[in-house]
C-alpha cells in the first residue's frame, strides 16, 4: 500500500477547491496604485496557518515580493498590489503564474493585519507587519 506524504494532506486540507466558501468575493479587483495607499506598505509575515511559512513586502511604490514554503513546496513571485476599499489585491508578474499553486486572492485590511482569502475562497491566517 502507497502511503501519502504528510505534507500533500496538509496542503488538501487547506487549498483544495470548496464550494461552501462561495458566499465571499474572493478576489479585491484591480484599480491604480495610489501614493496613499503605500501607509500600507511594509514588510509582513502570515501567522494561523499551521506549518507553512509565508512573508510579504509591500514596497511604498506599488511593487511586492512574496514566498511560502509549505512541506517540500516553496513559491516565490514579485509583482504589483493595490489597495481597493477594504481590500489588498496583488498580482503575480507573468513569469511567476503558471508556477503558483497557492498564492492569496484576497486580502482584507484589519488595524494592521491582512486577513488572507486563498484561491478556493477559504480565508484563514493573516499578515502580521513585522516590527522593525
Known sequence: MNRIPCWLLLISALFLPCQLYANIESVCKEV???PADNAWAGHYYLEGV?????????????????????????????????????????KAAAQYRQYLQIFPTRLDLS????????PDGRQQGHYILASP
Open 32 to 34: 491604480k496604485f495610489q
Open 111 to 118: 488595524e494592521q493585519e491582512l486577513n488572507v482569502t486563498w
Open 50 to 90: 499551521m506549518e507553512v511559512g509565508s512573508e510579504l513586502l509591500l514596497e511604498p511604490d506599488g511593487k511586492f515580493k512574496w514566498y511560502l514554503a509549505v512541506g517540500a513546496l516553496d513559491q516565490y513571485a514579485e509583482g504589483i498590489w493595490w489597495k481597493n476599499g477594504p481590500c489588498i489585491g496583488l
